[in-house]
């Protein structure tokens, strides 16, 4: 028998021992709860106070008002800002509710608005990574601290520098990430286009937790709440080894600037009006591209590679983009002399770096014909965000719709000219004509200056890369301590970049990379001078013509070179790197080819036999399921030997359709070793021009090639009935030659089929029918 103090032991949950795998509750001790109670009691009492406060300070204000015989039209006009901030307020307290509901409840939301889908829309390379998700719930507590070091030692200094000069003293005084980790909404891994020794993965970040900031400005303290972050995070590890632990790094960057929003609470809330929200905002979202987004990125050696090489790689190539026109914008002036109008500008944004345009006044189709040039360093996976806005200098700029461009799609085409509508405005499309430019080290690649000319622009032929590493013996400026705090400045016409400073040092290490638009290399030249950053006294300089890099393998320098206006002894170590732009345009053989040719039949969908097949692209079938045959021709013609597998599509959301060539089997041999190189050409009929040519790339030595390349055309949905797809496979000779082989060609009336689907299909080939086939 149990005896009365065993018993008083057994029924006190709270000295139960839990087993594992379990949990236990315990409920809160007296003191505790009294203290709640406390602490609710004191809020009420406060937001009671803080209310009573805003009636009799609005009271007094009236009053006051009065007493100067100010009229009460500033009263009325007051009123009405306020209720326009607090509109605003609560708008973006919405959208933050919403955002932060559907980050804790994906499963639920996304059941929920899965009628609202259309049937085809799956994601089949978008992996879910829940595992991961309840890892970083593990990790946070450590990701929380790594984050607080970096945002006090990195952040903050930048933070500092970029805003205006009254909140130059600002700095955090509490960081807290909260306890709600960030969330992973898939994962990609790519497996087409990745070199042997990298694994590229993007990850689909969202964040909108409970974090906590407070920051200090000249003994005031403020605060960031309900901080949300949502973008594409890249995940690159380079180089994979043979040995231990496999991987040589790791880096981690966003493809895009994410998209970022916060609160202003206490003092700070003040701040959150037009004009200085938007400095603060805009600080911030700078200060975060410029550590995180392309071309800025986090690194991790793993092992002896170059840290150098890891963080700061050469980028894929230029896009230079040419923004034309816009048309049929929305009305956003509404005022008496404005009325019916729009003052419209437009920013692009490509990775970290932005490009606005003028804005052109009172015009709803305006006419910019401005030229902008970025460098691309991932070029699967960026993206051009066009914003286009109207000006208001009395108030915040109002949006007149945005729009996104693949990268990928105009580095395939090489050359296009896109007219894209504009999203989330009633009306409205922006003109586009956008070149991409590979970097080559062959000088006999650079093109003339000369033809490098719009307007008064003068545009680029080339790039100049420049890595500064070290200098040794400066001068002292500070006898002192008998040292120096050099930085540098680097000058290539009207450009100019500048380092970092390094404190205390005559042989400072910088190893920092700069990278220049390069317009005419045989004239133009790079100054490096070297500043104490203490006195503002120079204390080097360098003067180096680029002529010099055309003369040297690869037209790449590096060593250590003589200052002038500096010491007996004193170098700068840079190693200098110029790369030709380069754009092929495609051979003319394909026009001569089809000028000799006369079009074969083309074929509809009541031409194959069970009609097409509609199946998730990528997805794996039976290839005797999926061969559809044409009912033979009424006619004796020429056939070749082949088929190709396509999927045909129309995106409504973009107003583009999409075609992916997957693959061909069974070609013909054109070549002397009983092999052939093929490729495809592809036409959106009756448009020939060079910007609506695509082509995939060229397998080498097969008869069965696989490209899984996908191609789109801008077409608006009411004109596709009337085009007419035109897939050729071609064999290349070489690269320079003009003698092309079509392999087979297929025609599509895009009229006869139901592209509100996906269709998958395989295609026979035919012979492209000459005129003396007659």
């Known amino acids: 028998m149990a005896t009365p103090i065993e018993e008083q032991k057994q029924d006190n949950p709270a000295e139960k021992q839990a087993k594992p795998g379990e949990e236990t509750a315990t409920t809160a001790p007296p003191q505790d709860e009294q203290k709640k109670t406390a602490k609710k009691t004191e809020l009420a009492i406060l937001n009671f106070v803080i209310k009573y406060l805003r009636l009799v300070g609005g009271a007094l204000l009236i009053w006051f008002m009065g007493w100067l015989g100010l009229s009460y039209v500033w009263l009325i006009c007051g009123f009405f800002v306020y209720v326009l901030w607090r509109m605003n307020q609560d708008e973006r307290k919405t959208r933050r509710e919403a955002f932060r509901e559907a980050t804790e409840r994906e499963h639920e939301v996304v059941e929920a608005r899965m009628e609202d889908l259309p049937s085809w829309v799956f994601f089949p390379d ?45 700095h955090f005084e509490e960081i807290s990430l909260g306890e709600v980790p960030p969330r992973i909404g898939g994962i990609k891994t790519y497996t087409h286009n990745v070199d042997r020794n990298e694994i590229i993965m993007d990850i689909d970040l969202i964040y909108a937790g409970d974090a906590d900031f407070k920051l200090a400005v000249k003994g005031i303290a403020v605060g960031i709440e309900d901080l949300q972050i949502r973008g594409s995070l890249r995940v690159i590890l380079r180089p994979l080894i043979p040995a231990a632990p496999l991987v040589g790094g790791v880096s981690v960057f966003f493809l895009n600037r994410p998209d970022i929003d916060f609160d202003l609470t206490n003092l700070a809330n003040i701040l959150d009006i037009p004009g200085l929200s938007d400095i603060i905002r805009g600080v911030i979202d700078d200060v975060v591209a410029g550590f995180v987004v392309l071309p800025n990125r986090i690194t991790v050696p793993l092992t002896n590679v170059d840290p150098y090489e890891l963080k700061y790689p050469l980028p894929d190539g230029v896009l230079r983009i040419e923004v034309l026109e816009a048309k049929d914008l929305v009305k956003k002036d509404i005022g008496v002399f404005k009325k019916g109008s729009s003052d419209p500008y437009a920013i692009l944004r490509v990775g970290a770096k932005n490009f606005r345009t003028q804005t052109k006044d009172s015009t709803l189709n305006p006419v910019w014909n401005e030229v902008f040039e970025a460098f691309v360093d991932n070029s699967h996976g960026q993206k051009i965000k066009i914003s286009v806005f109207d000006e208001d200098k009395a108030s915040d700029d109002e949006s007149l ?9 105009i580095v395939q085409q090489g050359n296009v000219d896109l007219w894209l509508p504009l999203e989330n405005v009633e009306s409205g499309q922006i003109n586009l004509r956008c070149t991409w430019f590979t970097l080559t080290p062959k000088p006999e690649d650079l093109s003339p200056p000369e033809q490098a000319v719009l307007g008064e622009e003068m545009l680029a032929t080339a790039v100049l890369f420049v890595k500064l590493d070290s200098a040794k013996n400066l001068p002292i400026t500070n006898p002192a301590r008998g040292t120096t705090s050099p930085f540098c400045k680097l000058t290539v016409g009207n450009i100019t970049l500048q380092s970092k400073t390094i404190q205390d040092s005559n042989s400072p290490v910088w190893e920092e990379p700069f990278r220049f638009m390069i317009h005419d290399p045989k004239y133009q030249e790079l100054d490096i001078e070297i500043i104490d950053g203490g006195k503002e006294k120079t204390i080097g300089k360098l003067e180096f013509p680029l002529t010099q890099l055309l003369k040297s393998e690869n037209m790449t320098i590096e060593q250590p070179f003589p200052l002038k206006e500096s010491g007996h002894n004193s170098t700068l170590t840079c190693k200098f790197m110029l790369k030709a732009l380069f754009t092929r345009d495609d051979d003319t053989s394909d026009e001569e080819e089809e000028d000799e040719a006369e079009a074969p039949d083309i074929i509809g969908a009541d031409e194959l036999q069970g009609g097409g097949v509609s199946e998730i692209p990528g997805s794996k079938q039976s290839e005797d399921s999926t061969v559809r045959r044409r009912k033979p021709a009424q006619k004796v013609q020429r056939t070749v030997s082949g088929d190709i597998r396509l999927t045909t599509r129309y995106n409504n959301q973009g107003s583009k359709l999409e075609v992916i060539v997957h693959q061909a089997r069974n070609l013909l041999a054109c070549d002397s070793d009983g092999l052939s190189d093929p490729y495809v050409r592809a036409y959106l009929l009756p448009d020939k021009s060079r910007s609506g040519r695509r082509r995939t790339d060229v397998k080498k030595n097969t008869l069965e090639p696989v490209w899984d390349d996908t191609f789109d055309w801008f077409v608006p949905e009411d004109q596709l009935k009337e085009r007419t797809l035109d897939i050729t496979v071609k064999n290349d000779v070489s690269f320079f030659s003009k003698s092309k082989t079509s392999m087979g060609q297929v025609l599509l009336d895009l009229g006869k089929l139901d592209l509100s689907k996906a269709i998958t299909d395989w295609y026979m080939l035919r012979d492209e029918k000459k005129e003396d086939d007659d």
Not at 137 to 146: A, E, S
Not at 401 to 409: H, K, L, N, Q, S
Request: proline share 6%.
């Open 126 to 170: 978008i992996e879910r990574a829940e595992w991961l998700n309840k890892m970083l719930v593990q990790l946070w507590p450590y990701i929380n601290d790594m984050v607080v070091k970096i945002l006090k030692e990195q952040v903050e200094p930048e933070i500092q520098k970029n805003v205006p000069g009254f909140l130059s003293s600002i």
């Open 401 to 409: 719709g945005t729009v996104e461009a693949d990268i990928a799609t």
